[in-house]
C-alpha cells in the first residue's frame, strides 16, 4: 500500500510562495494519478489539483494559474508549487493517490497522511 508524508507548509504573506512536496512509499507509485487536497479552519477537505502517470493536470478553480501540480517518478515524490498565496489558502494539504487520473477525487486510494499546514497571514 502507498504511504505519503507531506512536507513543505508554513507562514507566509499573501503573495507568497511555498512548494510542498508528498513522500510517497511502495513501487508503484509510477501507476497512480496523484491530488493535492486542502482543508480549511472548520471546513471539509477539498480537492485542489491533480496529475496524472503522464503528468496530465487539472485543476481546481481557486488556484488556476497560481499552483502548479507536478511529479518526479523516480524520487516517488509529488509537488504543489503555490504561488501569489491568499488568505483562503490557509489550510491543512494532504496529498493521496488515484488508480486513475479519471477517477473520482472524493475516493482516494491511499490512507491520509499528516497533512502539512500553510498559513497565508500578513
Known amino acids: 500500500q502507498v504511504q505519503l508524508v507531506e512536507s513543505g507548509g508554513g507562514l507566509v504573506q499573501p503573495g507568497g510562495s511555498l512548494r510542498l512536496s508528498c513522500a510517497a512509499s511502495?513501487?508503484?507509485?509510477?501507476?497512480?494519478?496523484m491530488a493535492w487536497y486542502r482543508q480549511a479552519p472548520g471546513k471539509q477537505r477539498e480537492f485542489v489539483a491533480k496529475i496524472s502517470s503522464i503528468s496530465i493536470t487539472m485543476y481546481t478553480d481557486a488556484v488556476k494559474g497560481r499552483f502548479t501540480i507536478s511529479r518526479d517518478n523516480a524520487k516517488n515524490t509529488l509537488y504543489l508549487q503555490m504561488n501569489n498565496l491568499k488568505p483562503e489558502d490557509t489550510a491543512v494539504y494532504y496529498c493521496?493517490?488515484?488508480?486513475?487520473?479519471?477517477?473520482?477525487?472524493?475516493?482516494?486510494?491511499?490512507?491520509w497522511g499528516q497533512g502539512t499546514l500553510v498559513t497565508v497571514s500578513s
Open positions: 493521496n493517490a488515484l488508480k486513475s487520473f479519471y477517477d473520482s477525487t472524493d475516493y482516494p486510494s491511499a490512507a
Open positions: 511502495g513501487s508503484a507509485f509510477r501507476l497512480y494519478a
